[in-house]
């Protein structure tokens, strides 16, 4: 690597950052069963004592997202949770309200054709939005599973309008420094129509919303076909990009680790925002976070291994040539416009990443070094103990 391009490869290290989600450390399952593993924490001063292991060790996760009822407990000042968070290294970062869960959302929330039940999930969210002053949070993250699974069973239409009135009532509650991202998903639970399904759904309704809504991109919210970087770049160029929710999947929301399947569409994405910013001038202000919970890898080691592969496929795209690419470009020069990102994808940056980690004084290989601190062995044991007397089932959580 030469001795420029270890230097634009440090520099984008120097700049990202991955939020990682709370979530991503409890135990979770498949709508067919929870498999539990003993170091899966309990509770949130477990998730955030796991979340700083992972920052401790890689360097760029200084944040982490949390889900308004797994994480905070009724009643209790929220400041509690910043200190906790404070104490373990990390902030509180994106808030996820959670309007999936109670039985009154069985017909939706904000799409739901009661309105007693669409203002409570609006006085849900506005609550999530005083949680963010008291967290000092940026971003509101809205996911959404409402939705019809039979022809005939809504108006489409109409919860459009709700979801429309809703937005924009929740719109008008956020602070002058708050975003609020509007996330879609094709389908699940929703089998028929979900309400926010695309990106162009989210779009119109975040545009509709206000200034400060913008759209969520989770990459595993996709059908296999669908080019996401092409999705990136209109949303990067409509400044309509707020933020990503990062993971894989070979054939639906299976959150699976990061580039485990598909490392190269990663790195595209990553590409079309280096190439706006290089266009522009400027790196747009993009909230990157993880979105996964794995059942089979053990949770701190799938989050380290997707946090470096984030570093490493963010600093390849970093050296595309960008002014070759132009001209490659203009002159439908197809071969070398496409060999330039292969040659930026097939690029080693393990330089980069030892000469970065060396300077913040990180270690080497992340995942080698939470194996050899022994934190999982000692948590596992911490976190049995303390589910026998208090008397969880195995693997029992708070979430
Ligand atoms: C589920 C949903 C969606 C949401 C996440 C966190 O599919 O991705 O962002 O839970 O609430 O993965
Ligand atoms: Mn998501
Ligand atoms: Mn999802």
Known sequence: MSPKLLRRAVEALDTFRIETPSWGFADTGTRFGKFFQDAAAIDMGDK??????????????????????????????PRKVVRLAR???????????????????????????????????????????????ATGSEYLSLWFADGTNYPGQGSIRERKAHFTAGLQALHKKLGPKQTMLVEY?????????????????ALLLAKKAGKRAKVLVDTGHHYN??????????????????GFHFNDRRYADDDLT?????????????????FFAADRGRMPKIAYMVDQCHNEKPKIEAMLQTVVIAQELYTKA??????????AQAKNNVIDAELLLKK??????????AAWRKQGKLPADPLAAHRRSGYERAAAADRRARRKALGLTQGGSFA
């Open 48 to 77: 955030l004592a796991d979340a700083g292991q992972v920052h401790r060790l890689t360097g760029c996760c200084p944040t982490v997202a949390v889900h308004v009822l797994w994480d905070f407990v009724a009643g209790e000042d």
């Open 87 to 133: 104490q373990h290294g990390v902030k509180i970062g994106a808030i996820n309200p959670n309007l999936f869960q109670d039985q009154c959302y069985k017909w939706g929330s904000f799409g739901h054709n009661d309105p007693a039940i669409r203002e409570r999930a609006l006085q849900h969210c506005v609550d999530s939005v005083a949680l963010m002053k």
């Open 185 to 201: 998903k094709p389908f699940e639970p929703a089998c028929y129509a979900t309400d926010i399904a695309d990106w162009g759904m």
């Open 225 to 242: 076909a669908v080019n996401i970087e092409q999705i990136v770049a209109w949303l990067l160029d409509e400044d309509m990009l707020g």
């Open 258 to 274: 990061l580039g485990s399947i598909d490392p190269y569409q990663v790195f595209r994405i990553f590409h079309e925002i280096h």
């Open 318 to 327: 970093a050296l595309v040539d960008h002014d070759a690419l132009r001209r």
């Open 344 to 353: 930026a994808f097939f690029t080693d940056v393990a330089p980069a990443l």
